[in-house]
C-alpha cells in the first residue's frame, strides 16, 4: 500500500512537507438524532454546537486539551477532550456513546473498527478534511461514502541511542564498527548481546528497555510488534486480510521478543508491572541503548526530568527479524488513527466537530500544534515547506521514507480481529516471559485467536 504512494504524493508537495486505538462493539439500539454531516441542512451553523473529542492517547491529553481551549477561545464553541486510559478506548468508547452526551469525534482503526461502528459513522465525503487528503485511497470507505479520514502518518521500530552505540564501536572486540553497521536481524542479535555482556563497561543497566506488560501496556508486543509476522504473510499471499492465519513467521516474531526480554535491563519475571513510560524514562535517562517505540515517543524522551540523551542522538532502526531479505526493510509505516464523527449527534453538533478538525488541520495555530507538539506528519494538502515536524524521530521516519532503497512496512494491525484477541496475545506473551507459559501458547493465542475472534465478528 500505498506507503510508497503516500511517499511519492508528500515528496510532490515540498518534499514531504506537505505530507491504539481502537473503536468498540456498537451497541444493538442505535439513539434517534440529527441526520449525517453530509445530508444535513447547508444552512446548519456550527457555531450553534459543540464537540466532544474522545482522545485515546494519554501521552498527548494535556496537548489536546490545551487546542480545545485555544479553539473556544477563537470560536466561543465548547470543546470537551476526554482521554481513555491505555488499553481502554473500547471500553470506554462503548461506555460514553451510550450516554445522552455521547463523544461527537472519536477514532476507527481501519475497516475492522468501522464495521464495528458503521451506525454511527456519519459520511466526510463532502467535507474539505476529504478533500485536502492526499492519498483518499487511505480514507476507510465503504460503497460512495467516507467514514474514516487519516490524520496522521507515523512510523516505529527500534530507537537507539547513537551516543552509546557509538561507545560500543570503540571497545576491543566490538562486532561492528559502525550503528549504521546493523542491517539484519543476525548483527542486532550479535551486538545487543554482547552489549548486554558488557553494560558495565559502557555504564549501561542493558541493551534493551523494560518490555511493558502493566495491565494496558502490552500494545508494543501484541499489537506494533506482531505486525511483522502478519505483514510478511500477507506480503507472501498478497493480500490484505484473511479469517485465518497459517503465522508462518513465528519463529521470527520469537527471535525478537527472545531478544528483547533476555538482554534487557529488567529481569523477565519482573515485566508485568512494567509501562511504557517506565521503559522510555530508562531510554532517556541512558539507562539502555535500544527501546521499541514509535515517533510519538519523542515526547516521552525529551519530556523525562533528568534526560541526558542529545536529540542528535535519538535515531531509529527498522524491527529486524531474521526475515530473508530484511536489510531492504524500512520502519513500521502508515496510520490506525482515523477520525470519525458520530452520526447520532445533532446536526449542529456534527457540524461544529468537522469545523474544529478543519480548524487543526488548516489554520496557523492548529497546524502549529500538530506540527511542533503533536509531531503529526499530517498527509494533508494544506501543510506547506516547514511544516513538518523537526523533532528527531519525525525526521527519521521521513528519512527511511525518502530512501527508494528500503519498503515500508505496513501497518496490517488493522486488520487484527479484536481487542480481546490483542489482549488474550499478550497474555500468552506474559506468560511466556515470565515463564509461566511457553511459545506453543503464543502462538496458540495468535493463530487459533485469530480465527475464533475473526469467526466472532461475522
Not at 498527548?60 to 477532550?81: D, N, R
Not at 541526558?308 to 532502526?317: A, I, R, T
Amino acid at each position: 500500500m500505498k506507503l510508497k504512494k503516500v511517499l511519492a504524493l508528500g515528496l510532490s508537495v515540498a518534499m514531504l512537507a506537505s505530507m491504539m486505538t481502537g473503536c468498540g462493539t456498537k451497541t444493538d439500539t442505535p439513539a434517534e438524532s440529527g441526520a449525517p454531516v453530509s445530508e444535513a441542512p447547508a444552512e446548519v451553523d456550527a457555531s450553534k454546537g459543540s464537540v466532544y473529542y474522545l482522545n485515546f492517547k494519554p501521552e498527548v491529553s494535556e496537548i489536546w486539551e490545551e487546542l480545545a481551549a485555544k479553539y473556544t477561545e477563537e470560536t466561543g464553541v465548547p470543546v470537551k477532550v476526554v482521554t481513555a486510559a491505555s488499553g481502554t478506548y473500547e471500553q470506554t468508547l462503548m461506555s460514553e456513546v451510550a450516554k445522552t452526551e455521547a463523544p461527537t469525534l472519536f477514532q476507527i482503526n481501519g475497516p475492522i473498527g468501522y464495521n464495528n461502528w458503521k451506525d454511527y459513522c456519519a459520511d466526510l465525503s463532502g467535507t474539505q478534511l476529504y478533500d485536502w487528503l492526499l492519498d483518499k485511497s487511505l480514507a476507510v470507505t465503504a460503497g460512495d461514502g467516507v467514514y474514516g479520514i487519516p490524520y496522521v502518518v507515523e512510523g516505529y521500530g527500534i530507537i537507539y541511542n547513537n551516543k552509546i552505540l557509538t561507545d560500543y564501536c570503540a571497545l576491543d572486540g566490538a562486532v561492528i564498527s559502525s550503528p549504521e553497521d546493523i542491517k539484519n536481524f543476525d548483527t542486532l542479535k550479535k551486538v545487543a548481546e554482547d552489549m548486554q555482556a558488557r553494560k558495565d563497561e559502557l555504564g549501561i543497566e542493558g541493551a534493551f528497555a523494560s518490555t511493558s506488560f502493566a495491565p494496558g501496556e502490552d500494545w508494543r508486543w501484541q499489537t506494533h510488534l506482531a505486525n511483522l509476522p502478519i505483514y510478511y504473510e500477507f506480503k507472501d499471499k498478497g493480500i490484505g486480510n484473511a479469517d485465518t492465519i497459517d503465522l508462518t513467521y513465528a519463529d521470527n516474531y520469537k527471535n525478537i521478543f527472545d531478544l528483547y526480554i533476555n538482554n534487557s535491563c529488567t529481569a523477565p519475571t519482573m515485566l508485568g508491572s512494567k509501562t511504557v513510560n517506565d521503559s522510555m524514562a530508562e531510554f532517556a535517562l541512558g539507562k539502555v541503548a535500544f527501546v521499541q517505540n514509535g515517533n510519538w515517543g519523542w515526547g516521552q524522551i525529551s519530556g523525562t526530568e533528568g534526560n541526558v540523551v542529545k536529540e542528535e542522538d535519538v535515531k531509529f532502526l527498522p524491527i529486524y527479524t531474521g526475515v530473508a531479505g530484511e536489510e531492504s526493510q524500512g520502519l513500521c509505516t502508515g496510520t490506525e488513527n482515523f477520525f470519525s464523527i458520530n452520526s447520532q449527534a445533532s446536526a449542529e453538533d456534527q457540524a461544529a466537530s468537522i469545523a474544529f478538525v478543519e480548524w487543526l488541520f488548516s489554520s496557523e495555530t492548529g497546524k502549529d500544534y500538530v506540527t511542533n507538539k503533536l509531531g503529526f506528519i499530517a498527509p494533508f494538502s494544506t501543510f506547506g515547506e516547514g511544516e513538518t515536524p523537526t523533532d528527531p524521530l519525525a525526521q527519521e521516519v521521513l528519512k527511511y521514507m525518502g530512501d527508494s532503497g528500503l519498503t515500508s512496512v505496513s501497518w496490517n494491525f488493522t486488520a487484527f480481529p479484536s481487542q480481546t484477541f490483542k489482549d488474550n496475545l499478550g497474555y500468552a506473551l506474559l506468560d511466556y516471559a515470565q515463564g509461566t507459559g511457553n511459545w506453543d501458547g503464543v502462538v496458540s493465542a495468535f493463530k487459533d485467536g485469530w480465527t475464533s475472534e475473526k469467526a466472532a465478528t461475522k
